[in-house]
């Protein structure tokens, strides 16, 4: 079956400007995380989604990031205001249910803020 | 010190190597531990898969934990040039918590 699909696979962007990030899960998959992967930092966990319950955000770096997840299944990420230090590899992941059950990954966003 | 420690290399080892990564850990509620391959400009991949403390073996890959120690790690027998790529240690007790990622190249 298809896996974790993400567009678009590279983003150039001006400073300043806003980028939407989409990601389209594995079907039937109720859990989606989001995490920012650079060099160095290894992944770091944005957002979590699981069904209809409230989103755990703690893990967004600031105000200017925000995701939503439309009818339990697409989940878009944005970043208003792009800067420099945001331009790193943006990847989703979905799994069946929990959080703690294994989680599959998309090929990555690649997003490079000038 | 943070949850999950794991050394980013590079380590640069040549083709038929036995090669080991390890990752340690300070939460001593970790029970499931794995360890996702990445290469290069593709998503992570779930290699193997352990729970609790002892050994699991698929084909050339061995998974060891020693909950004692909290340590854990992967071995590589006969290793390949497409063996080359990022492999990140995780683990879970309510959410999984993953390493930076050692980034391992083969050497032909």
């Known amino acids: 079956g298809a896996g974790v699909s993400q567009s678009p696979s590279n983003k150039v962007t001006e400073k300043g400007k806003d980028v939407e990030l989409r990601c389209d899960p594995i079907s039937g998959h109720t859990a989606l995380y989001w995490y920012r992967q650079s060099l160095g930092q290894g992944l770091e966990f944005l957002i979590y989604f699981q069904g209809n319950s409230a989103p755990d955000k703690s893990g967004l770096p600031s105000d200017r990031f925000s995701a939503e997840r439309t009818g339990g299944s697409v989940s878009t990420l944005t970043i208003q205001r792009t800067q420099q230090e945001d331009s790193a590899v943006y990847l989703c992941?979905?799994?069946?249910?929990?959080?703690?059950?294994?989680?599959?990954f998309g090929p990555g966003t690649r997003l490079l803020v000038l | 010190q943070k949850e999950v420690e794991q050394d980013p290399g590079p380590l640069s080892v040549p083709e038929g190597a036995i090669v080991s990564l390890n990752c340690t850990y300070s939460n001593s509620a970790f029970q499931y531990f794995m360890w996702y391959r990445q290469y290069s400009r593709k998503g992570p991949e779930l290699l193997m898969y352990?729970?609790?403390?002892g050994n699991k073996e698929d084909g050339r890959f061995t998974a060891q934990v020693d909950k004692s120690s909290k340590y854990i790690s992967l071995f590589i027998r006969d290793s390949q040039p497409s063996d080359s790529a990022t492999y990140l240690c995780a683990m879970r007790d309510d959410k999984i918590i993953f390493g930076k990622g050692t980034r391992l190249h083969i050497l032909p």
């Open positions: 352990t729970y609790s403390s």
């Open positions: 992941a979905s799994s069946l249910r929990a959080r703690q059950e294994t989680q599959y």
